[in-house]
C-alpha cells in the first residue's frame, strides 16, 4: 500500500517542481498599454511533458497573448470566488441536495473555452458550475438556480446538477456517473449528421471511467469516426476512493486502447489550451482521441464530504501551493510584466464584489410558481391533454 | 342474460385485426372515418402484414424528414430482426439507418443527445427486454431532461421493440417493460395491435415532440389488414372503441385484444354485449373513451397481458375508481399474466397469459 501512496504524492507534486522552470521569452511589455486589448502574441513552454497513447503529441509551446492570459486570470478568479461563495451559501442552508465544487479544476474549462467555439459542444457531469459559466452562463443564473429559485438557468427545477445553455453549446449538467458520455457521443452524431464542422467534448471523472458506458460508446464513436473528444478530468479521487484502489489502470488516456490518448497536465490553463485545440483537429480529421487532465479538487467530493478523510491536509495545501491554475496565470502575468500585483489584486476584489451582487440579487430573487410543478414535463402539442369522462373535470392536464 | 333483440346490431366475423366498418363510430371516440375502408368513398387501400404497415410508416417519416433516424441492433444491412426496417439502409444509408453494436446502454444514451440537438432517432431494441440495459437512459436522460432543462431540450425520440409473451422464448425474451416504464414521468407510451393503428401510432410517435415509447408484440407482427392509401396517423392518446356494447367494458391493449374478440365471439353467441375498447395509450390513459363507456356499461373488466403487481391494469384500476366510482356496479376485474417468469414449456407458457375461456368466465361473473 505504502509505495502506490507515495507514487501518486509524487504524481501530484512532480509537476509543480518543473512550473518553476518556465522559460521567459519575448520582451517585457510597459504598463501603459492596456493589457486587456494586448492581442499581440508571443509563446510560453509548457512545463510538464504531454505523455501520447498512439499519438504524436502536440508541440511543447503555445502562443498566447497578454489580453488572452488576463482574461484567463479574471474568468478563473471568478470562477473560484463563485464556488467560494457557494460553500458558504451550502453551509447557511440556501443551497440544498447536492453541491460539487470545482475550484482547483478551474484551468480545464478556462484552457477549454480558449481553444473551442460555440460550434463545439461540451457536456459534463455534476460538478458543470464552471464549466456552465465557461460557456456563457452568468452569476446570477448560477447563484438562483443553486437557491431554487424560478430565474435560475433550468428555471430553478434542475439543481446544482443540472446547469444548461443550449444556445452556447453546453449540454449539461447530469446526475449519474458517466451516463453523459453516451449523450456526448450522440452530440457527436448529431453533428457528423447535420455535417456541422464543429467537435463534442464529453467530460467524465477518474471515477467515471471504469463505467461499461464509457468504453461502449467509445467503440462506437471510433468506429463511426464521430467528432467526439473524451475528457477524463482526473482529480485521483472518486469521492471517497483513491484512483488507484478503483482502477487496475489509472492511466486513464491509455485505456481507448485503439483510440489514442494524451495526457495533459490539468492545473496549467495553457497546456490544456493547447491539448484541447490538438484533440479538436485530431477530431474533425481522424476519429475520437482521449484526453486525461491530471488535476485536483480543492474540496471534497460535494459539500457533505469534509475531503479529509482519505487525503490529508498536507496534500491540499501542497497542491494548492504548488500547482495552483491562478497562482500560475498569476505568476506568468508578472512575469511577463503584463499588470502589476496590485492590478491583480484590484481584479480579485472587482470579481469578488460580482459574485457578492449576484448572490444578493439571487437571495432576493422570487421560487418558482406553484403551476410550475407541471410545466415542462411534456412538450404541448399534438394532443397531450386527457379528460374526465364529462370533458369538464380534468384530472390529468398535461400543459 | 340479456335478449338477443337488445343487441341492436349483428356481429360480424370478429376475426382479429379485421376493423368492424360502420359499429366504430360511437360519440365517445372523435370521428376516425378513415378507419372503414369499406366506405366507397375512400380509395381501396391495400393489404399489408403488421411489419409492413410499420416499415411503411418508418419509411413515409424518414422520406418527409431528413432528421429521422434510426438506430438498432442489424436494423441495417439485415434488415432488422422482425423485418420492420428492411429496405431502409438501402434506401437511405448506413448513418440514417444505423446497425449499433450491441450495446443499449449506450447507443439508447447516443440517440437521445442526438435528440438533444434536434435529430429525431428511432431505437429499436431488438427484443424490448433489452432495453432494460437502457433503463437508466431512458429515465433519467430521456423522461427528464425537457423538464430539468426547464424547457431547454426536447427529446422527440421513438423507442420501440416486439415484447410480450412469444412462442416458448423463455422467460427473459417475454418480458413486458409496460409496467416498468409506466412511472417515468415525461415519458408516453402507446402499444399497437393492428397493421392500421401500427402505422398511424409510429407516424404519430414520430411526428410528436415527446419522448415515446411504441410497445410492438412478437406474435402480431404477421397480421393482416387492409389500411388506406393515404396518409394517416392515429391519436397518441385516444383509445380505440373496437367494439360497441351494454353489459361490460372490456379494456385490453396489444395481444389481449386478439384473445378479448375471441372470447368476444362466445360471449356474444351467449347473449352478452360486451364494449370492448383498445387503451391504445399505456400513459398517459384516454380517460375520457373509457369514462363514457363506464358510463354507459357499469361494469370493467380489464385484460392486460402484464403482470399482476404493478402492471398496467393496476394502475387503470385506481385510475376509474378515483374518477369513475360513481357510475360502477361491480368492483373492477383485472385479468393479468401470472406473477411468474415466463416457462419454456408450451402449456405452462399458456397458463401464464389470459386466455379466451377465462375472459369468458370473468364477463359470465361480472355480469351476474
Known sequence: MAPQISTLRRALFMPAIASRFMAPSALSRSFSRSADEDCSTFTVDIAVQFKGHNVEPPAQVVETSAKELMKFFKDMSRMRRMEIASDQLYKSKLIRGFCHLYDGQEAVCIGMEAALTKEDNIITGYRDHCTYLGRGGTLPEVFSELMGRRNGCTLGKGGSMHFYKKENGFYGGHGIVGAQVPLGVGLAFAQKYEKVKGVTFALYGDGAANQGQIFESLNMAALWDLPAVYVCENNHYGMGTAEWRSAKCPEYYKRGDYVPGLKVDGMDTLAVKQAVGFAKEHALSKGPIILEMDTYRYHGHSMSDPGSTYRTREEISGVRQERDPIERIRKLILLKEIASAADLKSIEKEVKNEVEDAVAKAKESAPPDPSDLYSNAYVKGYGTQAFGCDRKHSTVVLP | ?368
Not at chain 2, 379494456?251 to 374478440?261: A, G
Not at chain 2, 385484460?303 to 384500476?317: D, F, H, K, N, Q
Not at chain 2, 408450451?346 to 361473473?365: F, M, S
Open chain 2, 1 to 368: 342474460m340479456r335478449a338477443a333483440a337488445e343487441k341492436g346490431h349483428t356481429s360480424a366475423a370478429s376475426l382479429p385485426g379485421i376493423p368492424r366498418a360502420s359499429k366504430l363510430i360511437t360519440s365517445a371516440v372523435a370521428a376516425k372515418s378513415e378507419a372503414t375502408t369499406s366506405s366507397p368513398s375512400t380509395k381501396p387501400g391495400h393489404e399489408v402484414l403488421l411489419f409492413e404497415a410499420l416499415q411503411e410508416g418508418l419509411e413515409e417519416e424518414m422520406e418527409k424528414d431528413p432528421r429521422v433516424c434510426v438506430m438498432g441492433e442489424d436494423v441495417g444491412h439485415y434488415g432488422g430482426s422482425y423485418k420492420v426496417t428492411k429496405g431502409l439502409a438501402e434506401k437511405f444509408g448506413d448513418l440514417r439507418v444505423l446497425d449499433t453494436p450491441i450495446a443499449e446502454n449506450s447507443f439508447t444514451g447516443m440517440a437521445i443527445g442526438a435528440a438533444m440537438t434536434g435529430l429525431r432517432p428511432i431505437v429499436e431494441g431488438m427484443n424490448m427486454g433489452f432495453l432494460l440495459l437502457a433503463y437508466n437512459q431512458i429515465s433519467n436522460n430521456c423522461g427528464m431532461l425537457h423538464y430539468t432543462s426547464g424547457g431547454q431540450f426536447t427529446i422527440p425520440i421513438v423507442i420501440r421493440g416486439p415484447g410480450g409473451v412469444g412462442r416458448q422464448l423463455g422467460a427473459e425474451h417475454s418480458q413486458r417493460l409496460e409496467s416498468y416504464f409506466q412511472s417515468v414521468p415525461g415519458l408516453q407510451m402507446v402499444a399497437c395491435s393492428t397493421p392500421y393503428n401500427a402505422k398511424g401510432l409510429m407516424k404519430a410517435a414520430i411526428r410528436s415532440e415527446n419522448p415515446v415509447i411504441l410497445y410492438e408484440h412478437v406474435l402480431l407482427y404477421n397480421l393482416k389488414e387492409r389500411i388506406p392509401d393515404e396518409d394517416y396517423t392515429c391519436c397518441l392518446e385516444k383509445a380505440e372503441l373496437v367494439r360497441p356494447g351494454k353489459d361490460v367494458t372490456i379494456l385490453t391493449y396489444s395481444r389481449m385484444r386478439h384473445h378479448v374478440l375471441q372470447a368476444a365471439k362466445t360471449l356474444i353467441n351467449n347473449g352478452y354485449d360486451p364494449e370492448i375498447i383498445d387503451i391504445i395509450s399505456l400513459k398517459p390513459f384516454d380517460l375520457y373513451t373509457i369514462g363514457n363507456s363506464i358510463k354507459k356499461t357499469h361494469r370493467v373488466l380489464i385484460v392486460e397481458e402484464c403482470m399482476r403487481t404493478g402492471g398496467i391494469g393496476a394502475s387503470l384500476r385506481s385510475s376509474i375508481i378515483d374518477n369513475f366510482w360513481d357510475y360502477l356496479d361491480a368492483p373492477i376485474m383485472c385479468l393479468s399474466s401470472q406473477d411468474v417468469p415466463t416457462p419454456y414449456a408450451g402449456p405452462l407458457e399458456d397458463a401464464t397469459v389470459v386466455q379466451p375461456p377465462q375472459i369468458v368466465k370473468a364477463v359470465e361473473q361480472l355480469c351476474q
